[in-house]
């Protein structure tokens, strides 16, 4: 099948890993390192790669013209992208293909966890490493993920938001309803919750699955409100997610406080819903998961923020995937300086012992921990921010305390 691929030179442009810089003689000046990028650039999933594509071309560019990999006498990133159309089978095709004729060191891309799932027996058997941005899981060696881990990353960080909201902040956060996206990911996240919000004392009084093919969500909703839950939890898709928020509008439900995943932080969750309706649910007792909000004092991060709003094809300015996008090309980065290598073997194993602490100039995500991956080669330190909107459209950090930019407004139920 043909495919829409584009092989770029990522062309040096006026900036360090970070900020911009008037240096020409740093740029890079040694052979290329040719990066291959799968990404679904058409298709149902191209909201990820148009999200994070312009990101990834950024940041190479800023690495480039900060002088490339120094340790590969300064050579260039040179970007070779694959559309996968959103397919896992073309998805693995198209890892194979960049591989084996285009000769690619190491792969990268957005590709979700189905999809990562169908790559990985390719890479496997190419024994070339790749990094996917979004995947919230890995069943092969040579693949590493950003993606946020259904146990230790979603769902501990919705309980662990819980357990502050009732000990920390005095909120009424006793009884819990479980609402996630009924597919397989969803089901999986329930799953932890359901185990953790037990184990640690909370009343869980039902579960409401939603259904990924509904067209509306209100009996969903009037079921979440018959259970009379203090607080509402769950994975949804980015459609679920406005389905549920506009049958809360119109049934006028705030009692429940909602915590849901990345969508609810994104700009774009305005927009979706419309102006009247965002205002009405959104600031009130409605907490989303994130990775970025600009009120976080992070100075490489808000540098990279700050450029990406100079980017003309992201419309609604730096989205939370964008953030995993360009934390993996510092990675990318930084395992091409330490290996000294773009040998593939060297590459994987030079990803699974690779520490960036926190506060380390390539280190952007909000964590602690800073970035290193565990066995199951995610994230050892997978925690993410909790935010909040407020009514002017600010998205402000109300969890962990580390990164807080307010405490969370509990509106009177």
């Not at 998961?289 to 976080?296: F, K, R, T």
Request: charge should be positive; proline fraction near 6%; hydrophobic fraction near 45%.
């Amino acid at each position: 099948m043909p495919t829409l691929t584009r092989r770029t030179a990522v062309k040096a442009a006026a900036g360090t890993i970070i900020m911009p810089l008037a240096a020409p003689a740093l740029r890079a000046q040694g052979p290329a390192v040719r990066i291959g990028l799968v990404q679904p650039m058409s298709g149902p999933l191209s909201a990820y790669g148009q999200e994070t594509q312009p990101v990834v071309e950024m940041v190479a560019a800023n690495i480039n013209a900060g002088g490339g990999i120094r340790s590969l006498g300064g050579a260039r990133l040179d970007i070779v992208l694959a559309d996968n159309g959103g397919s896992p089978a073309r998805a693995a095709n198209e890892a194979r293909r960049l591989a084996t004729q285009e000769k690619v060191s190491i792969l990268a891309g957005a590709i979700i966890t189905h999809e990562a799932l169908a790559v990985g027996p390719a890479l496997d058997e190419l024994k070339v490493p790749m990094i996917s941005f979004v995947s919230g899981t890995s069943r092969s060696p040579y693949l590493f993920s950003f993606g946020l881990p259904y146990d230790r990353g979603y769902a501990e960080t919705m309980v662990t938001f819980l357990e502050a909201l009732r000990k920390d902040h005095g909120a009424r956060a006793q009884r819990i309803v479980t609402a996630s996206s009924n597919y397989e990911a969803g089901q999986q996240i329930t799953g932890f919750l359901t185990a953790k919000l037990k184990a640690r004392g909370f009343d869980l009084v039902g579960d409401v699955p939603l259904d990924t093919k509904a067209q509306d969500l209100g009996a969903a909703m009037l079921k979440i409100r018959s259970l009379r839950p203090d607080a509402v939890v769950g994975l949804q898709t980015q459609r679920e997610l406005l389905l549920l928020q506009r049958a809360r509008y119109d049934l006028q439900y705030f009692d429940s406080i909602f915590i849901s995943n990345l969508g609810v932080s994104d700009p774009s969750v305005w927009t979706d819903l419309g102006p009247e309706i965002g205002a009405r649910v959104l600031p009130r007792n409605t907490f989303g998961l994130a990775l970025y909000a600009p009120s976080l004092a992070i100075a490489p991060l808000t540098a990279i923020a700050t450029q990406a709003k100079e980017l003309p094809r992201l419309k609604h300015g730096l989205g939370q995937f964008s953030i995993f996008a360009a934390q993996a090309m510092l990675v990318i980065k930084e395992a091409l300086e330490q290996a000294a290598s773009v040998d593939p073997q060297k590459l994987t194993e030079t990803l699974g012992r690779l520490e960036l602490p926190f506060g380390h100039p390539a280190m952007i995500l909000p964590r602690a921990g800073g970035v290193a991956f565990a066995d199951d080669r995610l994230t050892r330190d997978a925690s993410t921010l909790v935010v909040q909107w407020d009514a002017d459209r600010t998205l402000q950090v109300v969890h962990p305390q580390q990164f807080a930019t307010r405490k969370p407004a509990i509106t009177a139920r």
